[in-house]
């Protein structure tokens, strides 16, 4: 029997989800938004978790078989189903109209690798709204050049930085996005408990002067072999001297001999000149509701 119901994070949902995209978000993430994204939107502070109710379940005899979720906050939907239920997508979508909304209207988000739906979205009165690349290393193909950091700068693992570290280390990062002030040490420590986050991978870059420079996280699904970048940033007073990409350059070789296939990237010419390759786009529908 076909049911649905509320997701219940307390209740035990939150693995069965991550779980269910990591079965049916495809070989590069071309059908859905992968697992890593939704572990990092629970482990970051800005996650609306008082919503989280609002994102659906469907089953069918107890076995997870669709699922309409929202990922930092309300106003964007992901519909995610196995190739057996598709036959949801106009009741899911349905759903997210009336609870995944916000300031009347939505958004969906789909890959250019799924023409059907983009089609059937606009069938439902949905317009392109913007379109992003989907930017990853080949890992299985490309050779990863030796990183080269400047003279006196340095490159400490992640898991090396003692507890109390933790706060010059989100400062970094919260100023490495030309935001003002120190962030939220509560960041780093939601993130340190995330499942696929791997701070033996991550890396920071340490100025002669013992400043933490840029900074490079990573996500790491073993099984898949698809590891996920999150967050990179560099300090504005350290720009420009190729810090993150010899980050970037350390965690790639790192990966590949750990077997990864490929690596996520930001939407940006950065990634393009260091090796990226488009792999395809995301494409966000939007329609007033």
């Keep these: 029997m076909l049911t649905n119901r509320a997701y219940s994070l307390l209740g035990g949902d939150f693995p ?5 995209l990591d079965e049916n978000c495809g070989q590069y993430g071309e059908k859905s938004r992968g697992p890593e994204y939704w ?17 659906r379940l469907w089953e069918e ?6 699922v309409a979720w929202y990922e930092m906050e309300l106003g964007k939907a992901y519909l995610t189903c196995d190739g057996a239920h598709e036959f949801l997508l106009d009741e899911m979508l349905d759903y997210a109209e ?5 300031d009347g209207k939505l958004q969906v988000e789909v890959s250019s690798c799924q023409p059907e739906r983009t089609a059937w979205l606009e069938s439902r009165g949905y317009r392109l709204d913007w379109a992003e690349d989907e930017n990853q290393y080949d890992l299985a193909e490309t050779v990863v050049p030796a990183p080269q950091l400047p003279e006196g700068f340095a490159v400490r693992r992640v898991s090396e930085l003692a507890t109390d570290e933790w706060q010059k280390l989100i400062t970094a990062i919260h100023q490495g996005f030309d935001h003002e002030g120190e962030g939220d040490i509560n960041s780093v420590g939601l993130i340190q408990a995330a499942l696929s986050v791997r701070p033996e991978l991550a890396r920071v870059a340490v100025a002669p002067n013992g400043d933490y420079a840029a900074y490079a996280g990573v996500w790491f699904n073993g099984g898949s072999g698809y590891a996920y970048l999150e967050p990179l940033c560099t300090h504005p007073r350290y720009r420009r ?12 070789a790192e990966m590949q001999g750990m077997g990864a296939r490929y690596m996520t990237g930001g939407d940006n010419p950065f990634y393009q000149a260091i090796g990226y390759r488009t792999r395809f786009k995301h494409l966000t529908y939007q329609k007033k509701i």
């Design 61 to 66: 005899d107890g076995k997870l078989v669709a």
């Design 16 to 20: 069965r989800v991550r779980a269910f």
């Design 241 to 252: 001297l190729g810090l993150a990409k010899a980050l970037l350059y350390t965690i790639l």
């Design 98 to 102: 009336k609870w995944l909304s916000r």
């Design 39 to 55: 572990e990092y939107a629970h482990s970051h502070p800005a996650f609306d978790y008082a919503s989280n109710w609002r994102n």
